[in-house]
């Protein structure tokens, strides 16, 4: 066989290969990867609908030692939690013993200690479900639905990075006034017959407290991550400026992510590959407002990227913001199990199952059906972009295995 017709049934072989694992990686079913990875979906969904008032059924460990034990380097939450239902039900019932101001921050929020000592963080509601948060993407107060529908998402995408949440309504009058301090109870007040609370935060304001119904506030409550898992923050290199008419170097350099590649923790380790996930995540749910980031400290950068904080999100369903993805698109990398299970929850299928996981909460309905049906379109156009990248650079370079599972302690 002359060189030139070797050259081409070489090329040929080359192309088969790479339209083999595209096709492989996209269908789901074919590769040893997309197998387990199938294998993983299907626990997920199998686990997804959790059943109301579920109460542990021994009493040798409360809920907090379980959710604590749960924590390692890579996961907040393991892959299979038959505890997680009544965890969740104890956030959402047990007795505040305690309330105080939140830690520091822009946005409104109490730090309130749950029965048994554990601290969990208080967002109140702002918003009803179907307002639209209008101007910047980051623009508004935090919706207190979107931690709880952030969270459930997190589960859905098997990251298991974010930490526990869950709705609830609280009486401010019986359960926060008489375990309240004083630097909280100085910021009550009454706007007719309803309690409002203002706080102390950046951006608090007696003229823009939250308000109960009457006495009643509805909100969500965030399990506060163990102490033994001290966090430590990072500007996020996608970060914004903020400032009106400054642009970040991401947003004009387009070959920012080699700049990345080379800084530590990015240069080595699983970090680059989180805030690429993480990308995909704010994008799904519109979060344009991670600036920063926590991980857990002195990781050498082998611990996850934490989803704390996803309150700046599900403000206006309309609104794809795509500079959300610039990690994607600018790196055109993606973990080879995120691709798959992208690709497992099209058609439908992921606000297919976010209906069914947030059933669950005590504050259903936690997302208007506008904001489910966006899901469903910004996940397809999160696929549209990882194939112009694998169109443009081949399946090797963007399909990226990366399964860096490290053990508890």
Request: hydrophobic share 40%; aromatic share 8%; with cysteine.
């Amino acid at each position: 066989m002359k060189l030139k017709q070797r050259l081409v049934v070489l090329c040929a072989v080359l192309l088969l290969l790479g339209l083999a694992k595209i096709f492989l990686l996209d269908g789901g079913e074919g590769s040893a990867a997309s197998r387990r990875d199938l294998r993983a979906f299907r626990k997920m969904e199998a686990g997804l609908s959790l059943p109301r008032g579920a109460h542990l059924t021994h009493t040798l460990q409360s809920p907090w030692e379980i959710a604590s034990q749960w924590v390692g380097p890579r996961e907040v939450y393991p892959e299979e939690t038959p505890e997680l239902a009544a965890v969740l039900t104890s956030l959402s019932s047990v007795r505040i013993e305690r309330a105080d101001v939140g830690y520091k921050g822009t946005q409104l929020k109490a730090l309130l200690v749950l029965d048994g000592g554990q601290k969990v963080v208080f967002k109140p509601k702002r918003y009803s479900r179907d307002y639209v948060v209008e101007g910047e993407p980051y623009a508004g107060y935090d919706r207190h639905n979107a931690e709880v529908a952030a969270f459930h998402l997190d589960r859905i995408l098997g990251f298991r990075r974010a930490p526990l949440v869950v709705g609830r309504y609280v009486n401010l009058r019986t359960e926060i006034k008489p375990v309240a301090t004083d630097q909280l109870l100085n910021t009550f007040l009454m706007q007719g017959n309803n309690t409002c609370f203002y706080g102390k935060c950046y951006y608090c304001r007696e003229t823009e407290p939250a308000c109960a119904e009457g006495e009643m506030m509805e909100g969500s409550l965030t399990l506060w991550l163990p102490d033994v898992w001290p966090l430590q923050k990072h500007r996020h290199p996608w970060g914004r400026t903020y400032r009106e008419g400054k642009l970040a170097r991401w947003e004009y350099d387009e070959s920012y992510c080699e700049a990345v590649k080379k800084m530590p923790p990015y240069d080595a380790g699983p970090r680059l590959m989180d805030v690429i996930d993480t990308a995909i995540f704010d994008y799904l749910i519109g979060n344009a407002d991670r600036h920063h980031y926590e991980s857990f400290q002195d990781d050498g950068g082998a611990s996850m990227l934490i989803l704390l904080d996803n309150a700046k999100s599900f403000g206006n369903p309309s609104l794809d913001e795509r500079s959300i993805l610039a990690p994607l698109y600018q790196c055109c990398m993606i973990r080879v199990s995120t691709w798959n299970r992208l690709n497992f929850l099209k058609g439908g299928a992921l606000s297919s199952a976010m209906r069914q996981a947030l059933a669950f909460d005590p504050i259903q309905p936690v997302l208007a059906e506008t904001h489910l049906l966006a899901l469903d379109r910004r996940l397809t156009g999160v696929i549209t972009t990882v194939k112009q990248c694998i169109e443009a650079q081949g399946p090797d370079n963007t399909l990226i295995e990366d399964r860096m599972n490290l053990p508890h302690p």
